[in-house]
């Protein structure tokens, strides 16, 4: 640990201070909303007499020029489009607060991270990475997970993603890694999709990319909702406490919910059937008045321990496994208010990880180095000019005083003849406030000028056998299938032969059956089939196994906190169940469903052949013309023997059964209806409809009352691997 010099008591500041709280910022973004008003004005103000018919000299004649009105409302609408943001362009946003539980005060003097109890408002924005912006929400992708805390000493973003290790090593290449992964520039095919020759031709030739890539292909990239996934800084930070001393930190979002995903099939359909799904989840969870939450924690070590380690705490394709370093649970983060207008505040938004507060500093990871740059010099083209500093859903609370001036839509009128430094005339304000202000850690450095890359980044597999190794059977299925259909839509042979290779020197079994699914490979005994039973037993055994040895991974063989299976918090909260209902239906047993998942925090959404009344008190709100079961979580059949009879003729109905019952989510029936499971070809004739029903999650019950509860139970366990396969 570094000592420095001791941070003065910053009593110069206290004109700049400010108190804040959670709602601190939404009070500040009310100075620039505007309801609809009465009349309806131009942008001058002037009242405007007929805004449907243009000025024209007689009904029939020619537009005149003097036609201020139309001029002006088309003049605005041709320039209502900015530059979308070249990665990262869908994203969704919402409003918070950040609470501290523990103070940090030992590592940092960051009045964020030691003011326990302190609510700071936040703006956080979570997007997918490769699609365009009206690309569909559900793609095989990493997620950003973009977090803007306005805090009393100026702005702190935290801009992070859902994994927490990059592709590259060094920012040199990013634009290279972009131009592969984005749709190929020739055709601009596929969309917010990395399952292309470009991406793996790229890939096949940057081994550092072979950690990520084991993320990328697990179902992390598919969670369910924004609050089922993970946050990670990435990078490690560095803390300076009061007295100087540093320590290093990586920073963690933990979703309270718990880590889950999608399966690959569904987040595929669900693209198309409800393209806005995990943002229409946001909006409406907020809307009702629920909320968001996720954990916030830290990872804090000295250069010392980080030294006794065989990877390189600068290298941002590495971990540093939670079994070396346990995270601490400091803080909080709650999303509890929609955006008002999506524009200015989600596409307005300018996150930048230079936006840090004193107590917290960069590291000399020649990614995050380079990330310096690119994120100021982004906003420029995307917001227009040097002013965008200035749009409400940027600017701090805490207040600006500079000498900076001018430039394109201006907003401040700074008053005063004084805009340099140092001046008489002004008082020599503003005033430098020497070590009381933002100081930079006084890292020692001293090397060579050189364009080069580090020894201590160059093992690329090792956290890549980690990671595999500590997967469950089941995720490694999951993986070995993402592998193959990635692989398998590559057109390039060479290009896939290359990715083998790399996949062989992560584990051979992984790299055999990707390879056998690819046409690689000659039927072999013991390779499984891929494609057929979702996880079939045989595949599933010969992965349990399927462990390689690590390196770069302090030590460990398998580390926790990895697995999405394991450890994992489990609830019925935010989770989805269709009923499915005809005329006929009991609907006291609806009642009882609707009542008994609203009091585990669980929705029912009742689905009719129609929308409207169905039966007495039973409304559905969705037909079996705009749902499908990939939009829910679970599958409940009331009774009602006339309702089971209508069902059971709607090839929907039984397409609600089967994929289900595929997706491996829980699927419940009660009295008469489970005569629908039985019609249903997929179920009908298995052995899960007996007495082994419940451990796959097939729930049939006479009463309502214990197949609800078995439900709400099932619901939080989210899947039911295993099911047999007809
Ligand atoms: Fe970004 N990244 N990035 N990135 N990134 C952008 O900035 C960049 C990286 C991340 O919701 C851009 O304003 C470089 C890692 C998020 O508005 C751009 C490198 C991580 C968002 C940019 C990286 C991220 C961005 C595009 C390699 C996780 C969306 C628009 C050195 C720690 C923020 C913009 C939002 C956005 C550059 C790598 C996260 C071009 C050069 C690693 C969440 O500036």
Redesign the pocket.
């Known amino acids: 640990m570094d000592s420095h010099r001791k941070r003065p008591t910053p009593h110069a500041l206290s004109d700049q201070s400010v108190t804040l709280d959670e709602h601190s910022k939404i009070e500040d973004l009310s100075t620039n909303t505007a309801n609809p008003g009465e009349a309806l004005t131009d942008n001058m103000g002037h009242v405007v007499s007929d805004d449907q018919n243009t000025l024209k000299a007689g009904e029939r004649g020619p537009g005149l020029l003097e036609d201020f009105f139309f001029r002006e409302k088309m003049h605005h609408f041709d320039h209502e489009r900015i530059p979308e943001?070249?990665?990262?362009?869908r994203?969704t946003?919402a409003h918070g607060y950040f609470e501290l539980t523990e103070s940090l005060e030992d590592y940092t003097h960051a009045r964020v991270l030691t003011q326990v109890g302190k609510r700071t408002p936040v703006f956080v924005?979570?997007?997918t990475?490769v699609g365009f912006r009206g690309s569909p929400d559900t793609p095989r992708d990493v997620r950003?997970?973009?977090v803007k805390l306005y805090t009393e000493e100026g702005n702190w973003d935290l801009?992070?993603?859902n994994i927490p290790v990059?592709f590259?090593q060094?920012?040199i290449?990013?634009?290279d890694?972009?131009h592969a992964i984005k749709p190929e520039p020739h055709n601009e095919i596929p969309q917010a999709a990395s399952a292309h020759d470009t991406f793996f031709d790229f890939i096949s030739l940057t081994p550092e990319s072979m950690h990520m890539m084991m993320w990328l292909l697990s179902d992390r990239t598919l969670p369910r909702a924004f609050d089922n996934m993970e946050g990670?800084?990435?990078?490690t930070f560095r803390l300076i406490n009061a007295a100087g001393e540093s320590h290093f930190v990586k920073f963690h979002w933990k979703p309270v919910l718990g880590v889950k995903s999608l399966l690959w099939d569904e987040s595929q359909k669900i693209a198309g059937k409800d393209p806005d799904f995990q943002r229409r989840k946001l909006w409406e969870t907020l809307d009702e008045g629920g909320t968001l939450e996720w954990e916030f924690g830290v990872q804090i070590f000295s250069a010392e321990q980080a030294g006794t380690w065989d990877f390189d705490i600068l290298d941002?394709t590495k971990i540093v496994p939670e079994d070396l370093v346990p995270v601490r649970r400091v803080g909080r983060l709650v999303l509890n208010r929609n955006v008002d207008n999506f524009f200015a505040e989600t596409e307005q938004?300018?996150?930048?990880?230079t936006n840090i507060v004193p107590g917290i500093d960069f590291t000399n990871d020649p990614?995050?180095q380079?990330?310096t740059?690119?994120?100021l010099?982004?906003?420029l083209l995307?917001l227009g000019g040097p002013n965008w500093q200035e749009l409400p859903i940027n600017r701090p609370l805490a207040p600006v005083h500079n000498n900076q001036r001018d430039g394109h839509m201006r907003q401040t009128i700074n008053r005063g003849r004084v805009s340099y430094f140092p001046n008489r005339l002004g008082g020599n304000k503003p005033t430098h406030m020497g070590d009381a202000g933002f100081v930079s850690y006084p890292e020692e450095v001293r090397g060579t000028k050189r364009r080069a890359r580090a020894e201590s980044f160059g093992d690329h597999y090792g956290q890549a056998r980690l990671f595999w190794n500590s997967m469950t059977p089941v995720e490694k299925e999951h993986m070995v299938k993402a592998w193959s259909f990635e692989l398998a839509m590559c057109e390039e042979r060479e290009v896939r032969v290359r990715m083998l290779e790399h996949l062989a020197r992560v584990n051979e079994i992984l790299a055999e059956q990707v390879a056998y699914a690819i046409g690689e490979l000659p039927q072999t005994e013991g390779v499984a089939e891929p494609g057929g039973a979702q996880d079939s037993a045989d595949e599933v055994a010969r992965l349990a196994g399927a462990e390689s040895p690590t390196s770069a991974s302090g030590g460990l063989h398998k580390a926790s906190a990895l697995s999405m299976e394991e450890g994992q918090p489990q609830s019925a909260k935010g989770r989805k169940v269709a009923v499915l209902v005809a005329p006929g239906v009991d609907a006291e047993q609806v009642a009882q469903a609707q009542q008994a998942l609203k009091a585990a925090g669980a929705q029912a959404v009742v689905i009719g052949p129609r929308l409207g009344e169905i039966a007495p008190g039973v409304h559905a709100e969705k037909s079996l013309i705009n749902s499908d079961p990939v939009l829910f979580d679970a599958l409940l059949i009331p009774g009602g023997e006339a309702s089971v009879r209508v069902l059971a003729q709607r090839p929907e109905a039984l397409h609600f059964v089967a994929d289900t019952y595929r997706h491996a989510k829980p699927l419940a029936a009660i009295a008469e209806g489970h005569a629908l499971l039985s019609a249903s070809p997929v179920a009908s004739g298995l052995n899960v409809l007996g007495d082994t029903g419940p451990a796959f999650g097939i729930l049939k019950g006479s009463g309502a009352d214990a197949t609800l509860t078995a439900l709400v139970a099932a619901l939080a366990q989210h899947r039911f691997w295993g099911r047999p396969q007809a």
């Open positions: 943001r070249v990665v990262h362009a994203g946003g924005r979570f997007s990475v950003g997970f973009a801009v992070g993603n990059f590259i060094d920012a290449k990013f634009p890694l972009v990670f800084g990435v990078h941002a938004v300018a996150f930048m990880p990614l995050l380079g990330r740059f690119s994120y010099d982004t906003q995307r």
